[in-house]
């Protein structure tokens, strides 16, 4: 392992290479020596002869050459130009950065010694100021970086600290949308957001946002988009779940834990997507995703106007059925899809559909597992009617069913969930689907 190892690092030295004998060593030293010695003549040699060249003098001939030789003026070299690289980069972040802040969750605990609850400070985050009206700032973040907190605090970049309330959040989708009252923004200009389906592969991607916590807050990490659309699992805060699967833009811009809730940026300092996660294992490096800005705006818009974000339900329960020991699996041919716990909304209902079926499909695309009905259902809009394929026993059968609305509840102790009726800025454990 050990070799292995080091040779992975460039390190790796064969033996048959390094141990030489003494007197190998030697002979094999004078050779050297020897070597660098002309190396270094026929290199002062070269320069003195190019030296009045690159000066723009005329050429120095040998006394050999200067009776046949020509003399003509050396041409001119171009004039020297300084390009810095970083111009684009340190004007995007200038352009972005007083718009994005920390964000503290604060859990409440038990004292031990008093007994008393008292708030602890228990994740650090980052968010991002992307609208304002005359009474409030609003920012967005992931939800897993507010989730069950009974207090949040937006922190500026003087180190200002700033009680915040949790307007709504959505843990389909990972977003939170924060307020504050407009003193505390007044002077900053709310983020710009790009259309996010225009960006390209390879073009340039930078983040902003408190790695490690606050001591490390408005870092800078630049990259490139290193893809445009990466299906990856949204989870549960705790992990244990998988709620759906989103499609996310991949950078190898550093992503560490704080910069959750903060923005990538293009080169013109526009938000192409909020930083939410990265794949943690010692043997990746580089892969970092982010939420794209146009699903940021609708599901932010959402959250601003009613306090939460809609999401279509087919209404009813169940389980994947891989997820079910086989002795209770009931007489049909798959081995995969959902299989009907309950079925609970009026339409599910009327479309025929009954317990112990198994769905297979929603508009003819397979479903293998709940995560794959989560992802197709959520492409659909609420109202909408989609044709679901089930087996019953050996024989299969389709059934439309229009589907209904679900509202997501806020996931934080101290959320109001009010909706803030401002303007609108942009023109469960069960396995449960009600």
Not at 120 to 134: I, R
Not at 141 to 151: F, I
């Amino acid at each position: 392992m050990e070799e292995r190892q080091a040779t992975e690092m460039g390190f790796y030295k064969d033996s048959g290479d390094f141990h030489m004998g003494r007197a190998d060593r030697s002979a094999g030293a004078w050779r050297w020596v020897a070597a660098i010695v002309v190396s270094a003549l026929v290199g002062s040699v070269a320069t003195l002869a190019a030296y009045p060249a690159l000066r723009g003098e005329e050429a120095v001939t040998t006394t050999a050459d200067a009776a046949t030789a020509t003399r003509s003026p050396a041409p001119s070299l171009p004039a020297s130009v300084n390009v810095s690289v970083n111009d684009g980069i340190v004007q995007a972040v200038k352009r972005a950065k007083p718009a994005v802040v920390g964000v503290v969750n604060y859990k409440e605990v038990e004292d031990f010694f008093s007994q008393q609850s008292k708030l602890k400070a228990n994740d650090v985050g980052t968010g991002l100021l992307f609208h304002k009206d005359s009474k409030y700032g609003y920012i967005v973040t992931n939800n897993h970086v507010v989730d069950g907190g009974a207090k949040v605090e937006v922190v500026f970049s003087k180190g200002k600290h700033v009680t915040a309330q949790v307007v709504g959040t959505d843990e389909f989708t990972d977003l939170a949308v924060l307020r504050l009252p407009e003193k505390y923004v007044r002077g900053i200009q709310p983020a710009q957001f790009a259309n996010s389906d225009k960006i390209e592969v390879g073009e340039p991607a930078i983040a902003i946002g408190s790695p490690m916590g606050l001591d490390f807050a408005d870092s800078v990490t630049a990259g490139i988009v290193s893809a445009k659309r990466r299906i990856m699992p949204v989870q549960t805060p705790d992990g244990e779940q998988v709620l759906d699967y989103q499609a996310v833009i991949q950078t190898d811009a550093a992503i560490n834990p704080g910069n959750s809730g903060g923005p990538l940026l293009n080169i013109n300092g526009q938000v192409i997507g909020i930083n939410s996660s990265k794949v943690v294992d010692p043997t990746v490096e580089g892969m970092g995703f982010a939420i794209p800005s146009n699903e940021v705006r609708a599901i932010a818009s959402e959250i601003l106007a009613t306090g939460h974000a809609d999401h279509p339900a087919l209404g009813i329960a169940g389980y994947s059925l891989r997820a079910v020991p086989e002795q209770w699996w009931p007489d049909v041919p798959v081995d995969y899809g959902i299989l009907v716990q309950e079925v609970q909304s009026s339409s599910a209902k009327r479309s025929g559909l009954k317990p112990g079926d198994v769905i297979v499909a929603i508009n003819g695309r397979t479903v293998q597992t709940m995560p794959d009905l989560r992802t197709y259902l959520f492409q659909a809009k609420p109202g909408q009617v989609v044709t679901l394929t089930v087996y019953r026993g050996h024989k299969k059968l389709e059934f439309k069913v229009t589907l209904g609305k679900m509202e997501t509840p806020n996931t934080t102790a101290g959320a109001q969930g009010s909706g803030s009726g401002a303007d609108n800025p942009f023109s469960v454990p069960s396995e449960c689907f009600n």
